[in-house]
């Protein structure tokens, strides 16, 4: 029972990964006034390029870079339409999503003509797990071995990374400057402007942080989690992080929690296939895996909780005109 | 900056022309970065989708489609609602027509089956849209969030209720059993041959025309109606509409069920018209498409039409464009549609306000 549910925990982490990765760059662009519903295109365009670049020169690491560039460029597209044209955020980022779905697909059977596919990753070109050390030694110590060792260690270095990304993000949100600036514009973006820093300047860095890590989230997925690129393979991750957004209430340490209670179900329901329970029968997948989103709807209805978002996300700015 | 100076047809036919070119010339750019030429490529594209009978039979049934998501979307958008959730709302309004038609196939006549089927479509498509909508208009939950989680759950639901209550015994297949044929909406092609006109056979049905009623029923609701006076100035201004007196949360509910509704109709087209069984995932993105089709056909009816037939002639010119250059796959169609998405819609400003003060300038100089 314990070793099972230490299991669990194990594969929670591995899933919930892409998902803080996601999760936490929604919260800098929705922190700075930016919907990003493109959080889904970002992932899966970067784990493409990540993928795709991973192959050709073999070097997982370069696939991450180029990974991250891709998830960037995207965001950029998105400021360009959000920032510098006031156009809607939601429709841009549908735009990106779409845009992604179809030019993965095409650009990958142009360059490797596999069905929409990459080729296999393999050694390098793949972020392997990592033994913490005395992982081995320390295994058969009674709780202590088996949480050390089965699930603390032996996971690739962006499993770490994603963790360590949550101080990190309280960090520069609640501790620096930028992070004080960063709430301001997108609570009250006409006081920022009034106190001479640009909304605009502001709101761009913010989604050059946003890209950086939905790049880093596609590429785990594609590179580390996975052996390649999959037609699709976002699979939704990028909605469930904005559900997760919302459900840990834009601060990143709910928000890490809610990545990982989507992550532990979504692990509930691959182990609970077929498993019958005694006095309730078989529990449909389904069910467990709608849980997120029912959870999140719950939540915005107002049934569990209040989910008040930045005051002034979704709005364009317009500088006030004379 | 006002919009009255500026000449109508540049508002509904320059700067959408525009848009849409840009959308074109960036896809092109992109077949020319895959070796392709991309004249060619719009040439097997415009044969493709309306050189032949057949091709403009499956031109005009892929914009039935589009037609039904393109005007959920713009009702909705109409009353300053983004409803994102047409895909599950189409879904679950195709399970509305596979129920009735499951049950009444063995019984019924096909002049029975068909109301009841859409209206079937139309209560599904309807309350799926329900309750994102009363958590909008009564609790302040944002709609587009809401809708966008029931569709994984709608997505969820039907995966649940084929492969476990509908799927047919002893098959592995998840979809229903084939309806009997008094349950299939018929095709055009076997309608319009006893009358002497032959058109070559296609997935074509009887959903077009009511996707061609659905278009005067929102034309005339929207513009020649009270409740759509209300839906409009909701949308063009919730505080004015509130101060009118406009109690803006049954607006806000009536104008998304009605946009549920419109989307579950596609579920007619797809379930009673061509698939004649309940199957995953026959939705196939149109949801989605229905945004850039409103938001191309700029919210109009008519521009809807336009819109559809232009997205479906892409989809169907799309398959045989891969067909003869096998290096271009159809998810080009895909990536066209979300430029079109970005041009006309986000980065919609970016030519408008400079042309409009173009034409501005020139009316006052």
């Given at each position: 029972m314990f070793e099972t549910l230490i299991l669990m925990l194990d594969a929670t982490m591995r899933v919930s990964t892409p998902l803080i990765f996601a999760a936490l760059a929604g919260l800098f662009s929705e922190r700075a006034g930016i919907v990003d519903i493109g959080l889904e295109g970002k992932i899966l365009g970067s784990a493409f390029a990540a993928a795709a670049a991973a192959a050709i020169f073999g070097s997982a690491w370069i696939g991450l870079g180029f990974g991250i560039l891709a998830s960037v460029a995207l965001a950029m597209i998105h400021g360009f339409a959000c920032?510098?044209?006031?156009?809607d955020h939601i429709v841009s980022g549908v735009a990106i999503n779409t845009i992604v779905a179809g030019l993965t697909v095409t650009l990958s059977m142009y360059w490797f003509s596999m069905g929409g596919q990459t080729p296999t990753l393999s050694g390098d070109a793949r972020f392997l797990s990592i033994t913490l050390p005395f992982a081995n030694a320390l295994a058969d110590v009674p709780v202590i071995g088996l949480i050390y060792s089965e699930l603390l260690s032996g996971h690739n270095i962006l499993v770490y990374l994603a963790f360590a990304m949550v101080p990190v993000t309280s960090w520069i949100i609640y501790k620096t400057r930028f992070g004080l600036r960063l709430r301001a514009v997108g609570e009250n973006p006409h006081a920022v402007d009034t106190a001479g820093i640009s909304v605009a300047f502001l709101r761009y860095r913010a989604l050059i942080i946003c890209g950086i890590l939905c790049g880093i989230a596609g590429a785990y997925l594609s590179t580390a989690h996975n052996a390649g690129f999959l037609k699709?393979?976002?699979?939704?991750k990028g909605y469930m992080a904005l559900a997760a957004l919302i459900f840990g209430k834009w601060r990143p340490v709910p928000v890490l929690l809610a990545c990982l209670l989507f992550g532990f179900l979504d692990a509930v329901a691959i182990r609970m296939q077929g498993v019958v329970i005694p006095g309730i029968g078989e529990v449909p997948v389904q069910a467990i895996e709608v849980l997120p989103y029912v959870l999140t709807v719950l939540l915005l209805a107002g049934f569990i909780g209040k989910a008040i978002g930045?005051?002034?996300?979704?709005r364009p700015y317009v500088k006030e005109r004379a | 900056m006002s919009q009255a100076k500026v000449p109508t047809w540049v508002s509904v036919a320059l700067i959408p022309f525009l848009n849409i070119m840009m959308a074109f010339i960036v896809s092109g750019l992109v077949i020319l970065a895959i070796g392709e030429n991309p004249i060619e490529a719009a040439g097997y594209l415009i044969y493709g989708a309306f050189g032949y009978d057949e091709g403009v039979g499956y031109t005009l049934y892929y914009a039935t489609n589009l037609i039904f998501t393109g005007l959920a979307v713009s009702v909705a958008f109409k009353g300053?609602?983004?409803?994102?959730g047409g895909e599950g709302q189409a879904y679950i309004g195709g399970l509305g027509v596979g129920l009735v038609c499951l049950a009444l196939d063995h019984t019924m006549p096909l002049y029975v089956i068909v109301p009841l089927a859409i209206i079937g479509a139309a209560v599904f498509g309807a309350g799926w849209a329900y309750i994102p909508a009363y958590l909008q208009a009564r609790?302040?939950?944002h709609i587009v969030i809401t809708t966008i989680m029931f569709n994984f759950i709608a997505s969820s639901l039907m995966v649940y209720l084929i492969v476990n209550?509908?799927?047919?015994?002893?098959?592995?297949?998840?979809n229903s059993r084939t309806f009997e044929e008094n349950a299939w909406l018929p095709y055009l092609h076997k309608i319009l041959s006893p009358l002497g006109i032959e058109i070559g056979d296609s997935?074509?049905?009887l959903a077009f025309v009511l996707a061609l009623i659905c278009c005067v029923l929102v034309w005339a609701l929207l513009w020649h109606t009270r409740w759509g006076y209300q839906l409009r100035t909701l949308g063009t201004n919730p505080t004015a509409a509130r101060y009118a007196g406009i109690d803006t949360a049954k607006v806000t509910i009536w104008g998304m069920l009605i946009s549920g509704g419109l989307a579950g109709f596609v579920g007619v087209n797809e379930?009673?018209?061509?698939?004649?069984s309940l199957l995953l995932?026959?939705?196939?993105g149109y949801g989605f498409a229905g945004i850039a089709v409103s938001l191309m056909g700029r919210n109009h009816p008519i521009g809807i039409i336009l819109a559809a037939i232009l997205f479906g002639a892409l989809y169907q010119g799309g398959s045989e464009l891969a067909f003869e250059i096998?290096?271009?796959?159809?998810?080009i169609v895909i990536v066209i549609q979300g430029l079109v998405i970005l041009f006309s819609?986000?980065?919609?400003h970016m030519f408008k306000d400079r042309i409009e003060g173009f034409f501005i300038r020139r009316a006052v100089a």
């Open positions: 920032i510098t044209h006031r156009g699709d393979m976002s699979a939704g930045p005051k002034a996300v979704g | 300053g609602l983004f409803n994102i609790r302040g939950s209550w509908l799927k047919e015994d002893g098959r592995m297949a998840p997935p074509l049905n379930i009673m018209g061509v698939n004649h995932n026959f939705t196939a096998p290096t271009i796959t159809p998810e819609g986000a980065l919609e």
